[in-house]
């Protein structure tokens, strides 16, 4: 088969050639065929075949009848591999071609990178060297706005060299000037110009001439008034004839410094009085060279109209108020708070400090030390002087008024303080430093700090408690020392310690108030309180003006005392440290126990303890109304024991051994005031039983064996008790008014007080029943006398372990109303009562026998009967 001719490459295949040759023509194609997106391999191949299936040009069909001929096929597929072949190695050149393109300019791109990355690099070197060159001033002024601040600093730092080379030839042509012709007119020329500056100027090279004087000319420097140091005399050499015309230098200096330094006083002065702080401020940076600036702080200071005022150097008097210095020497009035005067000055205080921090502040470079000073000013010398001139007036009146206005003080400058260091001063609106808190608590406790030494304060409010205590028990204590001259029994001599301890109490107060040594004012408060008159002695008034009265204990006064003490422990609270708290209360509850519980409550209870004593040998009815006191003596007790435990022991809870020692101090106190009260309770007692018993033993002989005619028809005298029965229960419901007086009502003390003094009674009434012959009717008497006995004992609300006891009785005034055959039944069954087994045991009828043998019909067949069964 003919190839195709090599002319262009027909366009893709559509199945039917346009034209068709005499001799058949295979398909042409080329590379572009195959590289068009719509390419289908099964369409392709479908057009090469479609050549050989002959078709007739007439009706367009394919003839069936004619045979298939695969020769053209062939020839086409054959045309086909050919050209593929042909066009696959013309793909391979191609290919080749461009990958060796491709090669190369892969080599060419990274040839370029690296060639533009070196650029790079040395552009950015160059930059650095630029930037580094410009930054160092090498050479390089290329940028303009850089370039004029790099001249102007050079300007700058040259003519900062010039200025220095300038200063250095003025201070040689100063130090040449002071070293040969012994002037500094340089100096005096610039000090006397009336610029501030130049004065400022001129100090500073007065300085720096000084350091110079002192490493050029040490000879100055070696000298003291003519003395030889080290071959010098006045500064000169005697050995050495060059410098016998050298001029001391140092003395010219000083001098020159302290004419300045006047000046530049002078000049601060002035910029004060014009508000000038940048000009206050330069003048004090210079000053403090001079001494620390210490003259310029204490001009400063000096001239605040806060010290220039008169009534500020505490030359004005204290206020004159009689009415609140009575108040505060008054114990039972409210203090009236700090004295008017100071509390003025330390308003000011507070009002020029905060006005005069700014100023110090913009002035001072060292601000705090001229705050300081200020402070420390203001304190240590108007408030001091204020404070003190408060104080001696206070303790002139009374040591009640010098603690109160101590407190007072303390409290209103403590509150000064904390207002001045919240406002801040020279940090306002901050709060201050702590330099600055410092000094503040440190004045504050300098000003106290005389008041606290050791144990000043608690020594005094123990001689003002001391003081108002034996004012308020003056009385009380002059009656009982007369009331008992001596002892005269052993529990008397017992008590003599307390005794002496009343006597020397009331000796030493009565000396005191009539010293010549005591304050009018303090004498006339203390006189007062012991309700003395104000004309005459205190001795003459104890030996007249008291009664019975006074010597009766009274809550309202205990109440008194307690508050008083209670002031002083609020007051110590708030004046001594914490440490020494524990130790001012175990001298505050000494104080208490000595003159509450010894002087007062111990001495009631000994004179009610002498009372009941002295009633168990008298004649008469005995007189218990000294129980009438007892229950005030009890009342104090709780009320003492009740500020013991609530307010002195917690506050030494601190200290375990203190505490411990202020209990048992305590317990001791009033357990020996118990037994006393125990004692009294049981003497009364006792003396209630010796009068039931001597009004028992008048009993008449008749009262239970009544004639026939006394008794009569109608029977009256049976209707009514007998006059000892009447006297009994009529005494012994005073003594239980008069102990329910004296113990709470419902207190278990009055129940077995009451127990035990009916229990007596009890046994006394079946002894006193065993002496009476009774007849039939006067077993009605003895009952209805029993009966009222028990209905005075039901009355008490005893306890129902007594109600035995009463039982008993009744039994008793039944054996002498009843038959002998009830009697032999009664006895027969036994009786349960209060035998001599005690309360609630079955009665031996043996114990019975007195009684029974007592009725007027014991010799009687019935009743001896019984007492034979007995």
Known sequence: MARSSEGPLSPPLSGNYASRSLFPQGPTFSLDTFSKRDFNVKDFIESLSDSAVPINRKSGQ????????????????????????????????????????????????????????????????????????????????????????????????????????????????CWLEVSDRGQLYLLEDMRNQASGE????????????????????????????????????????????????????????????????KDLLAQFDVFYRRQDFDGMRECSDVLEDFSGGASVIAAFVNQHPFFIERDRLGTKELADDPDAWERIADPDAEPPGIEASLQSLLDDVKISAQDESPTIRKSFSYYEIVLTKFLQRMFQQSVQQRLEMVLERASIISNLAFLRSLQSSRGYMIKLVDDLKSHGLTEHPEHVSSQTALVLDQQL??????????????????????????????????????????????????????????SSAKEAYVERLDSSDLAPQQKAMLMRVAGLKGGETARKQMETEVSEQDGLLDIAVAKRMLRWLAEAVGRGLDLSSGNETPKDMVALLDLLLNHMGVLYVEVALDAANDAATAQESTRNESDLTYLENLNAAITIMHLMATFINTVLIPLAAANTLVRRDMERSTNQALTQMEDKVNSIMQKTIDVAIVWVGKLLSGQKKTDYK??????????????LNTSTCVAVTNFLQRVQNLAVLALSPQSRSLMMFLIELAANVRSQLLEHY???????????????????????????????????????????????????????ERLGSGTRGNGPGGVGVVWDRGDLRPYVLRREDAGSVGVQSVLGAL
């Open 62 to 173: 394919s003839t069936q009848n004619q045979a298939f001929d695969p020769r053209p096929l062939i020839r086409s597929l054959e045309q086909v591999l050919t050209r593929s072949s042909e066009l696959s190695g013309e793909l391979e050149a191609r290919e080749t071609e461009l990958s060796a393109a491709a090669r190369r300019a892969e080599a060419q791109h990274s040839s370029n990178i690296g060639s533009l990355g070196s650029k790079l690099d040395h552009a950015i070197d160059d930059f650095r060297k630029l930037d580094n060159s410009l930054d160092d001033q090498a050479s390089d002024y290329s940028s303009g706005g850089n370039t004029a601040v790099k001249i102007g600093s050079k300007l700058e730092e040259l003519d900062r060299q010039r200025i220095r080379a300038q200063d250095a030839k003025f201070l040689i042509q």
């Open 198 to 261: 130049r004065k400022i100027r001129a100090a500073q090279i007065a300085r720096q001439l000084l350091k110079i004087s002192q490493r050029l000319d040490p000879a100055s420097w070696a000298q003291s008034n003519g003395t030889k140091h080290a071959g010098f005399t006045n500064g000169i050499n005697g050995e050495d004839s060059i410098s016998e015309h050298r001029h001391n230098t140092r003395e010219i200096i000083e001098k020159f410094r302290e004419t300045l330094e």
């Open 445 to 502: 406790d300098d000003l106290f700090v005389p008041y606290f030494v050791g144990s000043s304060y608690i020594e005094r409010e123990k001689r003002m408690l001391e003081e108002l205590y034996s004012s308020l028990l003056f009385k009380f204590t002059v009656y009982h020392s007369q009331r008992r001259r001596g002892p005269t029994t052993f529990l008397a001599s017992l008590a003599k310690s307390a005794s002496e301890k009343l």
């Open 706 to 719: 009544p004639k026939e005619d006394a008794v009569g028809g109608s029977g009256t005298l049976l209707e």
């Open 770 to 824: 065993k002496k009476f012959a009774v007849s039939a009717t006067g077993g009605l008497m003895v009952t209805k006398d029993i009966s009222k006995y028990n209905d005075l004992f039901r009355s008490w609300n005893l306890d129902e372990s007594f109600k035995p006891s009463l039982e008993a009785l009744t039994e008793i005034g039944n054996i002498f109303v009843i038959s002998p055959e009830a009697l032999r």
